[in-house]
């Protein structure tokens, strides 16, 4: 069943239901009223009588009504009958009937009450109102007026036939208007459900729900699931990405690892070959040997960090004084590079300025950027290693620079040597993996910062490691 049918169900139940206890509730005022003004107009007519007759105890049976006919009318009907029950004097329309008198009636009236029945008469029901005659405490007689309910009844009959009839072509009508109006209110739903439906079919994630209509719930939803399937749409262009990445990623790792594994299997099937017959080859054989495990180590290291980059791996940061740090790095140098690397800005820093960050992970991204620049930089040229606050363009930022004085990245490749791998026309021929920068990249953005770049072709390049300050620091 669909749901603009069990709303009309539900609707048209409720109406219904209204329209029923609406009818009761009028059928039985109207009842109630009806009746009552029968009974105050017996009533009203039993007291005239008795205000109009003089009942003498010794000649009940001579009582004459006066002029019933002035009391009665063709639906009404007068009787007076003495304390046993005998007719005494009747209206003429009665003609040679009498209303019906049961004992019950008698002990009633004995008992000094008015009181009113419904007793059948003529085949019809009559409505009858007794007046005990009392005299000296003692029941003379009663009088009796009756007032047919054949018009009562009629009234009734037709007015429960027109509310019941009315009811259920009230019900039926607002059914058949109900479902109308339901439809309705449903179609652009349905038009959100084809187009939905349409998009799953056809998996283009691309098109959107047309809806032209007010801004209501609709709307919303429309506008809730367009925006659903604008981030589907960019969370599978995203994992397409990456996907392509992946298979790139594994590509290159692939022939960057198949290099040195080459050159070691090389070296050593030529060992095996020649034993200990040239010495001088040997050695030469051995150190290539020796080299390229060094490279295939740097190389699974760096693909390391980069899978625990794709993990998300979180690692773990705290204040440190910038000044040490700067001074780890400078340390650290002196065992990995033969190179001298000149320094700047060292001296200069406040002791009270610090930085949150890991001290290990920007020691290895200073270590990055400073091998690349010893690698493109020639024997004669120089690298500096240096640092100032407030260099970048936020005046809380900290900038750790290497300037060097190779020959520089064109412009068109200065946004791809971040990624994974690249190896840029300047730099082809010359040992190393391309990770080194994408690695730097991904320590930068964990600790809230970036890598910035400014070159110039033929006139050098400088990579800066640009840091928040602590806020806490002086």
Known sequence: MSLRLRLTILFTGILGLTLVIFSFLVYLIMSRTLYAEVDNSISAMASSVVRSITVSPFELDKVQIPNVDVFSSPGTYLQVVNAGGKMVSRSANMGLQFLPMSEDTLRMAAAGREFYESVGYRDKRIRVYNYPLILEGRLIGIVQVGRSLFQVEMVLGRLKVLMLSGAA????????IGFSLARTAFKPVEKIIEAAA?????????????????????????????????????????????????????????????TPLTTIRGNAELLLKMGD???????????????????????????????????????????????DLMERAVDGLKFTTDRRIATEGLEDLPEALKVNVNADLIIQAVNILVDNAVKYTPAEGEVTLGVSAGGGPDPETVSIYVRDSGPGIPEEEREEIFERFYRGKTFRGKSGS???????????QKHGGRVALSSMEGGGSCFSLLLPMDQKSG
């Open 434 to 444: 391309g990770l080194g920068l994408s690695i730097a990249q991904w320590i930068l």
């Open 277 to 323: 017959s040239l010495p001088d080859t040997r050695a030469e054989a051995l150190a290539d040997i020796a080299g390229e495990a060094e490279r295939l180590t740097r190389l699974v290291s760096n693909l390391l960090y980069l899978a625990r980059a794709d993990a998300g791996q979180a690692f773990e940061t705290c204040p440190v004084q910038l000044q």
């Open 169 to 176: 072509m009230a019900v039926l009508a607002a059914g058949l």
């Open 198 to 258: 349409s998009i799953q079919r056809g998996s283009d994630l691309k098109r959107r729900i047309d809806y032209r209509g007010p801004r209501d719930e609709l709307y919303t939803l429309a506008e809730t699931l367009n925006g659903m399937l604008e981030r589907l749409e960019n969370m599978y262009r995203r994992l397409e990405e990456i996907n392509e990445s992946q298979r790139r990623f594994v590509a290159d790792a692939s022939h960057e690892l198949r």
